[in-house]
């Protein structure tokens, strides 16, 4: 099969034939991939900010079409529409048997063993999963907690932003947060999970959401289509945290960073009133750490770390599903463009230029 394969920091994919494990296990799946999307956080990767070994296919939101199950599947079939999620979990620890999939303390227990056939290999030389996904190919091994069977009439294409940016934005605000009606809200960063963390917060009765970008184009998206009540320009308005607490009468109940720039998180404390919360949304760098001035702690405003949006993938991606199905969830807005496999470096272009919502690579 046809796959993007990054070979070492900082380089561009490379599309080549990859080989594909002939052989299931009987805990997998194999899947034709019917699109993926382009995260920031396969960007960091891509930019050496997060280290993983190479040859590595990135790629983590992904949905296909299920074409073999292994022995021991017996709730997914062949011709299942699926959505891949990197909330892939082993569903025996502590965390799992809590209820709290996205926090799996094994994640070698989906993962093939050393000594076993690797799931993708390229000239004899194992090909590494990111996130046990390795969506940026054209067919996908996975181990079976690994997909989420869907309603057939959601478009596949818009299926695959569900295992990521849409559930982990909307899954922050809702199941994380908890935003309440009548909360007032700040979004830092209108790339794919910020609007689905703006729209989430919308969709649950914040009073106030307040988009914060430095992109026009991203803030009137925001605005428009993805519930946000107001729109705030850093890059244009040198008083954009007065502004801001203007609109919150003194600050945020809940202000949510989604870039993954450690500097953002004081400008969400910046924003957030007294007692209220900063969520750390987007994936920060390997060696990034940020810092909290004391002042911020002693106002009673905690900093939390988010995974995911916590999702459970049985029971979120169908509901999501569901609630774009009933006219309630926007997603077409959310695509940026559709490129072609061969194309897929203008995809990693605009994620380095910061144009655009979500690029979807369509096979």
């Known amino acids: 099969m046809r796959a993007a394969v990054l070979t070492a920091p900082h380089a561009p994919l490379v599309i080549d034939d990859v080989e594909t494990a002939a052989t299931l296990r009987p805990n997998e799946v194999r899947v034709r991939t019917a699109a993926v999307g382009l995260c920031h956080s396969d960007l960091h990767v891509i930019d050496g900010l997060v280290a993983r070994p190479m040859p590595v296919v990135l790629g983590h939101e992904a949905s296909g079409t299920v074409a073999e199950v292994g022995s021991g599947v017996t709730d997914v079939s ?28 094994d994640r070698t227990a989906t993962m093939r063993g050393v000594d076993d056939e690797p799931r993708l290999s390229l000239g004899g030389r194992e090909v590494h ?11 996908l091994v996975l181990h079976r907690n690994a997909v989420t069977v869907i309603d057939e009439r959601m ?120 007692g209220g919360s900063v969520w750390a949304v987007g994936v920060f760098g390997d060696a990034a750490e940020v810092t909290i001035p004391a002042a911020h702690l002693h106002a009673g405003k905690g900093v939390h770390g988010v995974r995911a949006g916590s999702l459970v993938p049985a029971r979120d991606l169908p509901a999501l599903v569901a609630s774009y199905l009933d006219g309630r969830l926007e997603l077409e807005a959310l695509v940026g463009r559709r490129l072609p496999l ?11 230029a910061g144009t655009g919502a979500r690029t979807l690579v369509v096979f």
């Open 78 to 105: 062949v011709g299942d529409h699926v959505v891949a999620c990197f909330v892939v979990y082993c569903g025996q620890c502590r965390m799992c048997r809590a209820g709290r999939p996205a926090m799996c303390q």
């Open 129 to 139: 999963q990111w996130t046990n996904i390795a969506g940026f190919a054209e067919e």
């Open 155 to 274: 478009p596949l294409d818009l299926a695959a932003m569900l295992g990521c940016a849409v559930a982990t934005g909307v899954g922050s605000a809702q199941t994380v947060a908890r935003v309440a009606p009548g909360d007032h809200v700040v979004v830092i960063g209108c790339g794919g999970v910020g609007l689905n963390v703006s729209q989430g917060a919308a969709l649950a009765g914040a009073a106030t959401v307040i988009a914060v970008d430095r992109s026009d184009e991203k803030l009137a998206l925001a605005r428009e289509r993805f519930g946000a009540t107001h729109a705030v320009n850093t890059a244009s308005d040198p008083d954009a945290v007065a502004r801001i607490l203007e609109l919150t009468d003194g600050g945020a109940d809940h202000s949510f960073e989604a870039v993954g720039l450690p500097g953002l998180v004081g400008l969400a404390l910046d924003v957030t009133a007294r």
């Open 342 to 352: 061969e194309r897929i470096n203008e995809g990693v272009a605009d994620l380095h």
